[in-house]
């Protein structure tokens, strides 16, 4: 929505607005948020707020958080007097010249630089989670919160009321659900987004986790995020639906005769830079115990319809033509992954190459002709290193913390005596 500041400011005062969240992501898309006072608005929206950066980078002490004033939402699961608002913001230095590690801009400017060549593009997002019961002091178990499976409906489904509220919540807040079912492991669930212009799908994302783990709480439960937090169940995924037009037209199409050339070469420039940034899109040690098992991709491959390739391009009656790449988790940072899967796509269509769109389409049941994904963190991260292509397409400020972070997570994972119990803390707590 287009607001003005006045008009936000007036919102604030006749709705009882007393908190104001600035909400923001570290690099590996953890949301993070500073809480002002009314009155401290209109100065956030001239000079943005400060604050110590020490949770995005070691370079910097401060910067500036500035509101994204079309971002306006009020959590509706906060009480109704002395209502809470939040705002994604863009990070500036404190000269308020842009941040160089700021994705969210990075993502708009990359968007930005497609719509000048003629281009534009939605992404929706499928995102599986677990709800676990917690024990009597109200610590998260691993014991799911029901035994139900794939489209199961209640008794089974004893998730259905607090993922019918989180729904609730979201639409409230205007992020856009489209469906909801129960997923193939117990306790585990899956909200379906609408597609939206990048940084709104990013934005949907990743408070997304916030609304899922705050009702979850209200309701007895513990929402994990975790990409495999049951080592004999299904994990979970983040699933990245892309439609792209051209001047106006879908470049995708729903079979062979309707799927455009640049189709083709959009799809062969993701298949040719997939393990270079596996790293960023599977960010965790455990995320890689989910490829190949289940429904989880583990090739580098596509198809239509089959639901276990790396790239699947469903039927798409009633909406545009898309894509839908299945490698990611929810750990990931949406606007990195989304910039990088965008960026690799478009280095496609300008290689005019579609190779390995007809080398890499899935037939039968065949695998030996197709490239694995990297089988873990530390392989993917040792790819990504040596990249050109991440290197162009992240700052160098970027890369560094990152690997830097990612590093320092094998270093504890590769020392730790028990792996399981080192996952279990680092992760399902936290994720």
Known sequence: MSFSPKEILDFVEENDVKFIRLTFCDMFGNLKNIAIMPDE????????????????????????????????????????????????????????????????????????????????????????????????????????????????????????????????????????????????????????????????????MVHYKTVVKSIAAQNGLFASFMPKPLENDHGSALAISISVKKNGSNIFGADESTMSIEGKWFI???????????????CTTNSYKRFGKGYAPKFINWSFENRAQLIRIPHSIGCSPRIEIRSADACCNPYITFKLLLAAGFEGIVAENSELYEKCRKTDSD??????????????????????????????????YLFDKLDEQLSQYNSADDKTIFEESYYFKTI
């Open 367 to 400: 695998t030996s002709t197709f490239e694995p994904l990297p089988e873990n963190l530390e392989e993917a991260v040792t790819i990504a290193k040596n990249s050109d292509f991440v290197k162009n397409a992240l700052t160098k400020e970027t890369k560094t």
């Open 268 to 282: 062969s420039g993701i298949l040719a830079r997939i393990k270079e940034i596996t790293a960023f899109l599977n």
């Open 41 to 204: 608005l209109p100065k956030a929206f001239q000079y943005g707020v400060s604050f110590d950066a020490s949770c995005l980078t070691k370079e910097y002490s401060d910067l500036l958080l500035v509101p994204d004033i079309s971002t306006l939402s009020v959590l509706p699961w906060r009480p109704k007097s002395g209502r809470v608002v939040r705002f994604f913001c863009s990070i500036k230095n404190i000269d308020g010249s842009d941040y160089v590690g700021d994705m969210r801009s990075a993502l708009q400017k990359e968007i930005t630089g497609l719509y000048s060549k003629g281009y534009s593009c939605e992404l929706g997002t499928k995102c599986e989670f677990y709800l676990f019961d917690l024990d009597e002091n109200g610590d998260p178990t691993k014991i799911p919160h029901d035994q139900g499976s794939y489209l199961d409906v209640a008794p089974l489904d004893k998730c259905e009321n607090t993922r019918r509220e989180i729904c609730l919540s979201l639409e409230e807040m205007g992020l856009s659900p489209k469906s909801s079912c129960h997923k193939h492991g117990p306790g585990q669930n899956e909200i379906d987004f609408k597609a939206n212009e990048p940084v709104t799908a990013a934005d949907n």
